[in-house]
T-cell receptor, first 114, second 114 residues
Framework: AQSVTQLGSHVSVSEGALVLLRCNYSSSVPPYLFWYVQYPNQGLQLLLKYTTGATLVKGINGFEAEFKKSETSFHLTKPSAHMSDAAEYFC????????????FGKGTTLSVSS | DSGVTQTPKHLITATGQRVTLRCSPRSGDLSVYWYQQSLDQGLQFLIQYYNGEERAKGNILERFSAQQFPDLHSELNLSSLELGDSALYFCASNRGGMNAGELFFGEGSRLTVL
């Protein structure tokens, strides 16, 4: 079985500060890892994904994440927060095994203050 | 706009009733996924269909059922509703197969059970 743990249900940063959202996963097979963002009253949209290859992946809106197998982590970062980054962020895991769906963490709400 | 359409957007009903939520996937997508989002449980995977066949099953209650029709739209049926079924129900779609993780989400159907 696969699972995701997001450390910290709420993260608050100032505009221009570093954003770090933490995600740890559990998987008995090589994982595919994702970060999704949900703005108020909207569905989720993909920020970035890791499947194979380069462990540092870049996504939309200046976000990036690094897959660290030894730490079973996939933390999301952005060098400089913008007010428009305020949203809920979800880390998710799946695999190539048939019948495996995308399993989400409980989410982290990011607040950005001016 | 993700291309995934969900109806209705809002639904208020009473305990013990039955409702049907509808989802039209993106053009060309064969897989449909249903998720339930609530404050206490987060995003819970319910069920996946691929080209009309059930592909994966998550934490779906026996009171809930789903199907995917030949035109690929899907319906989620919720019966004998309880207060705890109040949640946001998301449908997502993708081509299916090895790219299973990159999902495109609708805006959700918000169900309130009184």
């Amino acid at each position: 079985a696969q699972s995701v743990t997001q450390l910290g249900s709420h993260v608050s940063v100032s505009e221009g500060a570093l954003v770090l959202l933490r995600c740890n996963y559990s998987s008995s097979v090589p994982p595919y890892l994702f970060w999704y963002v949900q703005y108020p009253n909207q569905g989720l949209q993909l920020l970035l994904k890791y499947t194979t290859g380069a462990t540092l992946v870049k996504g939309i809106n200046g976000f990036e994440a690094e897959f660290k197998k030894s730490e079973t982590s996939f933390h999301l970062t952005k060098p400089s927060a913008h007010m428009s980054d305020a949203a809920e962020y979800f880390c998710a895991v799946t695999s190539t095994q048939a019948g495996t769906a995308l399993i989400f963490g409980k989410g982290t709400t990011l607040s950005v203050s001016s | 706009d993700s291309g995934v359409t969900q109806t209705p957007k809002h639904l208020i009903t009473a305990t013990g009733q039955r409702v049907t939520l509808r989802c039209s996937p993106r053009s060309g997508d064969l897989s449909v996924y249903w998720y339930q989002q609530s404050l206490d449980q987060g995003l819970q995977f319910l069920i996946q269909y691929y080209n009309g066949e059930e592909r994966a099953k998550g934490n779906i209650l026996e009171r809930f059922s789903a199907q995917q029709f030949p035109d690929l739209h899907s319906e989620l049926n919720l019966s004998s509703l309880e207060l705890g079924d109040s949640a946001l129900y998301f449908c997502a779609s993708n081509r299916g197969g090895m790219n299973a993780g990159e999902l495109f989400f609708g805006e959700g159907s918000r169900l309130t059970v009184l």
